[in-house]
């Protein structure tokens, strides 16, 4: 792909999860310029969508705040999902955090010779193929994701 092409950032950030708006909004409060890539059409997908309506947070409030925004304080211990997905808007628009949707992440490789990350992602809008150049790469994709090991990463012997 042409260089031209390329968006070099600080960091890359995969995942518009809780883990990964967290990640970006301290980044952005220490000006620090990132990207979040997330696979699908809005930030907490699996808070959205894959719970039921009456679930409520299993921990009081106070563990799961995310960095640099409490709860408000008439919240209840035990905030409900609808709570803490409108939390999580609010958390996002508060931080400015705009994450790239429906960006599935096709391979990232770390270039020794410039020492930063390539990260290779196909927007499922157009269909086109975009490149990040990053420092730092972040993965948070969450624990229900599918796990995958980069492959000069993966431990080839059982010493």
């Given amino acids: 792909m042409d260089k031209a092409n390329e968006k070099e950032v600080v960091v890359a950030i995969v995942g518009a999860g809780p883990s990964g708006l967290s990640a970006a909004a301290c980044l952005n409060r220490l000006g620090v310029a990132n990207v979040v890539l997330e696979r699908e059409d809005c930030s907490a997908s699996l808070w959205r969508r894959r719970t039921y309506d009456r679930l409520k947070l299993h921990l009081a409030k106070q563990f799961c705040e995310l960095p640099h925004m409490p709860f408000p304080s008439n919240s209840p211990t035990f905030v409900p999902r609808n709570q803490f997905v409108e939390y999580l808007d609010n958390y996002k628009s508060y931080f400015e955090i705009k994450p790239y949707y429906r960006r599935t992440i096709e391979t990232t490789s770390y270039d020794d010779r410039i ?3 390539r990260i290779v992602a196909r927007n499922m809008g157009s269909g086109k193929q975009e490149v990040y150049v990053a ?16 492959e000069q990463y993966a431990c080839t012997d059982r010493q």
């Fill in 115 to 117: 020492g930063k990350w």
């Fill in 135 to 150: 420092e730092f790469l972040v993965v948070a994709s969450g624990k229900n994701s599918e796990g995958v090991m980069p």
